[in-house]
């Protein structure tokens, strides 16, 4: 079986400002949403109230949770506590007007009314998030660390308009998918922080695999220009390309359809991610390194020195 | 011809031997259990584990096995109930202040798994749940502490402005200083003043004496409150990183109380510690003009002296005048002393650290210097914490230094690395106690945890079968390779000790998606070669040759992007990067060496091959 039995001429490259348009209108929408609306930050982000409430007889967890999610706390986490008797129950901030008295009579109340057993309430109190400040100050900064170490790796093995183009490529993918969890307002929690790296990782891997062809042919197809070397390299590549995000999508895909809530965020981010990581791959990142300037010159392989060359012979 | 040497295919099988044994113990069930274990990190009483059967017993508590080594006593259970009345038995029965009991789970593993030291990958807090400590932070402690400072603070100002002064002294939240001189008192509120802008200061004149009365506002106590909450929630979470790849939970509930939840861990005991101890070190000069032992009888302390004792009991003087403190260190390590192989820590001191402890120690060769050990220790009777100093080493100054040095004279190699972690990770601001401890369920409902391992199964079932009909026997040997890569990875997750959470399985089998791009980008180029007419034993060779340089740059790049998040992200973003960084390596291994192995095993010697089923 086989996608394309000829080698495909689709001209990518001419199509590029088409393309930039697309992006940069995507770019917009994306920056304006997260600006307008924001992210919708989970629990492990803004912490909230617990509650702890004592069974006369061991529950069963499923009907706890759907008694609560049937009162209107579909965000609840519930945990059995030491005993089998004893529940706590997490949930995020609601409106500030009402008390924390009011919701954990609410939440005692929804408990009780669907269980035979007596239900009495233990404590309750304010957590603060699981994600402190300095947890996201340091990923801040490891994020930075991960595009300066980027942009020197791909200066050194390839050039660095190539690596501005990777880096570009990044930005341009973060940004939009980034866009995308605002406009949707899934929950950001830890799970969508995973898929957030998971998708550097693979925009990146995509990139790259771009990039190595078009290095080739700049080595091995003389006479012809920048534009169609590009052209060439993003035919060439462009089976693996589809069949690469076509496995992994296919992955997300069952993780998106039978992996329940839990997982669902997760796998929505990085379905997003894999879909503008290969679009970006071909566009923006080839699409950066052309506009640069990108020449054969630039990537012919150097003479190695070799030592003492460059001396005169002693005899 | 493609053919691969013998030692190739010999590697590859003690790379995969390797990998089934460490991946198995995955395969067995985790019990409940409880680690009795000496609270100094010492070796335990060889008669301890008898003593638990024993107790056990006795309470008609039925314990799964009992089982001992050098440093602890290990009891597993059938359930988590059983559990919780043990540990409270056994806290009862025990002298805690040489045992600690402490909640954890122990694979059910045939012994010849854990000789050779292979455990299960630990289940998050989402997946199995795990212990959760309520911890409360004293903050009546810390006021006090930030009154001594304030003190401490008017008699460096008043001591630098020349001004005499007969006491300094904290009274609740009043601090009050009496001069000698009340024509100074203006000099002095100016000085004070200038350093002190929160404080809400007022003046008197009493006879000649000028008293100076400085009130802490309600404003800074918040502040303090504020800032010491904060301290002692990102040293909990540095001390808890350092520990390992573990998954915590670590949250602020309501004013002064913090809940840490950690996944199923394996030395609950040295956590236990961690989070709850606090310890620092002092450099000071040794008193050499005064007779230690003759003051400690008479109690007449010289004053610009304070009395320690050593870890032997002996008494020493010691200058008031500190030298260093643990503050102005920047590094430590653990390790052993060259000389006589003695627990010790390197630490490297900041620049002004550096420069003092040089100035001292230039000046006072020849002349004794003491390390001061101190830590805030909880008196149950007193209910409260206590400071508990005590000089480790007292050592002759052989020749000047400043920024790096060693101190021996601790105990065990344990105190040693701890005192290590605490003064990287950098001290409590204030001092903590566990007011609960308690096992958690998971957060996850099993449901919820069914559906997401189905998904995970699905997505891994529908790779291998499109793989298959994708790129027939190559298929087939790409999808023998990434079930390796599975094998291999959990395997090594497993060695690391890794947390293994929801979202990080999904990880693992994005790794696998991810990895099936090695394969492809070989098959792809083996396809194109042929199409150009090459014979399929070149198209082999040139296939995998070519597409190396671009498996290695890409992978390379990716890995550079790990191993920066492995070093500059935290928590659970290290997590991540320590699974996408072996999924690399090992999916390179998997996808180039043993797909290569095979193809050369199944085609390799076939001279006169005419096509490939790919």
Redesign the interface.
Known sequence: ??LFHK?TTIDFMGKRRLALIMSLILLAIGVASLVTRGLNFGLDFT?GT?IEVSYAEAPV??EV?QALADAGFDDA????????TDI?VRLAPRNAEESADKLSTDVTNALRQNSSSEVTLRRQ????????R??AE??S??ML??LL??LA??SM?FQWRFSLG?VAALVHDVLITFGVIAITQISFD??V???L??M???S??DT??V???IR?NFRSLRKVDSEQVINTSVN??L??TL??S???L??????F???????HA??FT?IIGVLVGTYSSIYIASTAALSLGVSREDLLEQKVQKEGANLDPLV | MNRYPLWKYVLIGIVMLFGALYSTPNLFNVDPSLQVSSSRGLDIDINLADRVSNILRQENISAKSVSSDESKVLVTFADGKTQEQAQVVLEDTLDTRQNTVALTSTADVPGFFRAIKAAPMVLGLDLRGGVHFLMEVDMATAERQQQDSIVDDFRTILRDERIRYQSVVANGKTITAVLRNADDLAEALNAIRQQNQDLSINTENRGTDGVIRAEITDQMIQTLRQTAMQQNLTTLRNRINQTGVAEPSIQQQGEDRIVIQLPGVDNPDEIKERINATATLEYRAVDMENDAVAAANSGRIPPTSRLYYQRDGSPVLLQKRLIVSGKQLIGASAGFDQQNGSPMVRVTLDGSGANRMFDFTRENVNKLMAVVYIEDRYDPDAERFRKHEEVISVANILEPFGKTFQTTGLESFQEASNLALFLRAGALAAPMRIIEERTVGPSLGQDNIDRGFRSVMIGFVLVLIFMALYYRVFGLIANVALFLNLVLLVAALSMFGATLTLPGIAGIVLTVGMAVDANVLIFERIREELRNGNSPQNSIRAGYDKALSTIADANITTLIAALALLVFGSGPIRGFAVTLSIGIVTSMFTAIMVTRALVNWIYGRKAKLKALAI
Request: glycine share 12%.
């Open positions: 079986m086989e080698q912490g617990l967890l499923s949770r986490v519930v945990q059995t506590f030491g005993a089998e706590v109190e304010f957590v603060g998030p699981q994600i402190g300095e947890l340091k990923g900064l490891a660390v991960v170490g980027i790796y791909v093995r990777a830890l799970t922080v995973a898929a790296l998971a550097i990782g693979y990146l891997n790259i695999v990039f190595d062809r080739e060439q590549t089976s693996r069949m690469t076509g496995t992994t296919l992955v997300l895909a069952a993780l359809y039978f992996g329940g809530e839990i997982i997760f796998a990085l």
